[in-house]
């Protein structure tokens, strides 16, 4: 693959801000050399490929800690397959996805983590690594955590929501933290009262509440917080660390803020749209509110300012996308009369590189921590650093060259997501990924996709990196 040098930019790293130049050599970042010195001289002398980043900043590639690419789910399947959704991923700055592997009832996780690498193998054009879902917490898929953590599936979602699909009971929860604590497993949680939302469900459908706005009205805010306090409360029963995904509601930053305060190890992830976009467009008329059904739901617009407060004071520590797009038509339109039936899901892993430095623009949060929440912590939390998530010697060539004044408008017409609309259509960013290098290859370059399916490798990951 021989020696590229990325000169003239500012290396940007949740650490460091650096004029800097980067050596990579065979795929892996070789050196950092100061602007100006002798060493960059030499480089640039030596006869490596040059790419000019003047003017731009160079970041690590986008670490994405939620995705979930061909997810069975709501009667069909999410329309990204790996091919297509780890190219829109790179299109946007993202070069490592953690995916889904789920488990079914009455069947072995190994079987479902078999089957998630058959549908990623040789198909993704960035690096990959899995999660795994536990649906059915027994004895035996207890006894599997313990290989799979070895193995390089260190962290396990299980679902306080969706009784009968995913749901999992507080026995169940508990004893899968038993096991985390043994064996090092982080247990991320999708934090909802299942139970109590189902009734309130039935109870508006029969009402004939049936728009996709009632989607967000039965999902109350108060059962993400009463189920985001237990979880940490059986967290802290089984000595386990938590992980606390897709954080919508401001109540539960409050749980969250709690037990970081007394030290736990307690940690929370929240997405762009929680970020971005809210109640109101749920509300869209028509059945335009379908595009925006997701679980936990968007919340009203107050809840955004909180969500940014927590993520400057670390109480959320990690943006993800939870990238689970569904078509409008076809897809979304099965929800049609019964807001239950939307599919659950938004597309947006091609966004939230761009999104997040509007955030940067907009000064929510600064350059560091743009990098600190989309790159080296999530890359730290699922045991990847320093590999993934920054730019040091001896971590992968990664590299986004990334032109900050670039302004574009999001749009389901120039977007590489597999989905028929976006989320985020006609929103004015300012940033954008202009050269995108996975392990030293460029992906991306100017506009042109340069990248190809089977260039991504399955990543085995260590142990989560907080804890102490
Ligand atoms: N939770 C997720 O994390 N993704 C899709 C749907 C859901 O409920
Ligand atoms: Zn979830
Ligand atoms: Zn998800």
Redesign the pocket.
């Known amino acids: 693959m021989g020696r590229t040098l990325i000169t003239g930019g500012l290396v940007v790293t949740a650490a460091d801000e650096l004029e800097a130049d980067v050596l990579v050599e065979d795929g892996t970042v070789a050196a950092l050399a100061l602007r100006g010195g002798d060493t960059a001289r030499s480089w640039a002398e030596s006869g490596a490929e040059v790419i000019d980043a003047a003017g731009h900043y160079v970041i690590p590639g986008g670490v994405d800690a939620?995705?979930?690419m061909e997810?069975p789910f709501g009667g069909t399947f999410a329309s990204d397959t790996f091919e297509t959704g780890t190219r829109a991923a790179a299109w946007g700055g993202t070069t490592t996805i953690i995916d889904?592997a789920v488990q079914s009832p009455g069947r072995p996780v190994r079987a479902g983590v078999d089957a998630w690498m058959a549908k990623a193998e040789g198909n993704c054009a960035i690096d990959y690594g899995f999660h795994a879902i536990l649906s059915d917490v027994n004895e035996s898929s207890l006894k599997e955590m313990d290989a799979l953590v070895d193995e390089g599936i260190t962290s396990f979602?299980m679902f306080m929501a969706y009784p009968g699909v995913f749901y999992s009971d507080d026995g169940q929860i508990l004893r899968a933290m038993q096991r985390g604590a043994a064996n090092g497993a982080l247990t991320m949680m999708?934090a909802e009262n299942g139970i109590a939302i189902d009734v309130l469900v039935e109870q508006a459908l029969a009402a004939g509440r049936t728009d996709p706005r009632y989607h967000g009205e039965v999902r109350k805010a108060l059962l993400e917080s009463e189920a985001t306090h237990r979880a940490i409360q059986l967290a802290r029963v089984a000595g386990a660390p938590l992980y606390v995904?897709?954080v919508s509601a401001g109540e539960a930053v409050q749980e969250l803020a709690r037990a970081r305060d007394m030290g736990l190890n307690v940690f929370g992830e929240t997405c762009p749209q929680y970020l971005f976009l809210s109640a109101d467009d749920l509300a869209r008329p028509g059945f335009e509110g379908a595009k925006y059904v997701c679980s936990t739901p968007l919340r009203p617009e107050e809840h955004q300012e909180l969500l940014w407060r927590a993520l400057r004071t670390n109480d959320l520590s990690v943006v993800s996308t939870?990238h689970?797009p569904f078509c409008f038509t076809g897809q979304k339109e099965l929800g049609r009369g019964d807001f239950s039936k939307i599919p659950n899901?938004l597309p947006g892993v091609e966004n939230r590189m761009d999104l997040l430095h509007q955030a940067v623009v907009d000064g929510h949060i600064d350059r560091r921590r743009w990098i600190e929440l989309a790159c080296a912590t999530p890359a730290r939390m699922f045991g990847l650093y320093p590999r993934k998530g920054t730019i040091a010697p001896g971590a992968d060539a990664d590299i986004v060259v990334y032109d900050p004044n670039a302004e574009h408008v999001i749009s389901a017409q120039t977007h590489h997501m597999n989905v028929d609309y976006s989320a985020y259509e006609g929103r004015r960013v300012t940033g954008r990924a202009r050269t995108v290098l996975s392990r030293g290859r460029v992906v991306v370059d100017g506009g042109e996709y340069l990248g190809a399916a089977g260039h991504g490798r399955y990543l085995s990951r260590g142990t989560c990196q907080y804890l102490i």
Request: glycine share 8%.
């Open positions: 939620h995705t979930h997810l889904f979602k999708h995904v897709h939870d689970c899901g």
